[in-house]
């Protein structure tokens, strides 16, 4: 069965950058390269939401407007990994970060924490 984990969140303080991993594994590497990706966030009290995908061949991606122009998606299908490049953080970006296939299909793994404080 697939597993995803994350890794890479922290504590930082406002205008900082994070960089956030994503290992997916038992999962086939064909599997993987033709899945489409994404990143997901909940923040406390709030809903999981969609923050950033990627398409299978990394070549075309969306953004949530709340993360557009600060937020970059990446995947190296050689390693089944993804990466969320995060700069100009802002308090309202704190919450756990997942990654799942852009559908939401997966089993969701364990987040990374995110804090963003001065």
């Known amino acids: 069965q697939v597993q995803v984990v994350e890794s890479g969140g922290g504590l930082v303080q406002p205008g900082g950058s994070l960089r956030l991993s994503c290992a997916a594994s038992?999962?086939?590497?064909?599997?993987?390269?033709?899945?489409?990706m994404g990143w997901y966030r909940q923040a406390p009290g709030k809903q999981r939401e969609l923050v950033a995908t990627?398409?299978?061949?990394?070549?075309?991606?969306n953004f949530a407007d709340s993360v557009k122009g600060r937020f970059t998606i990446s995947r190296d299908n050689r390693k089944n990994t993804v990466y969320l490049q995060m700069n100009s953080l802002k308090p309202e970006d704190t919450a756990v970060y997942y990654c799942n296939a852009a559908d939401g299909t997966w089993p969701w793994g364990q987040g990374t924490q995110v804090t963003i404080s001065s």
């Open positions: 990627i398409s299978f061949g990394g070549t075309a991606t």
């Open positions: 038992g999962i086939s590497d064909r599997i993987f390269r033709i899945t489409a």
